[in-house]
């Protein structure tokens, strides 16, 4: 990491890299960044279950046809 900053509201980590071009990424893609409040919250649970909701994709397109 060479250095990290804040540009227009996004904060960003800089770094080098293999060839020595300076290149940026967003801390929220970083063990760097602020965890999100509702994943932190979360705690991985979901009061859903993925096939459930693919159902429900489903039967939803199914209404809109």
């Known amino acids: 990491m060479v250095e990290r900053r ?12 293999a060839r020595g071009c300076l290149r940026s990424i967003s801390t929220s893609f970083t063990s ?3 965890p999100d409040a509702v994943v932190v919250l ?10 459930d909701l ?3 994709r489903q039967l939803l397109e199914d209404m809109q046809r």
């Open 54 to 56: 693919l159902v429900l």
């Open 32 to 34: 760097l960044g602020v």
């Open 6 to 17: 804040s540009i227009r509201d996004q904060d960003l980590i800089f770094y080098q890299d």
């Open 42 to 51: 979360g705690v991985g649970r979901s009061r859903f279950r993925v096939a």
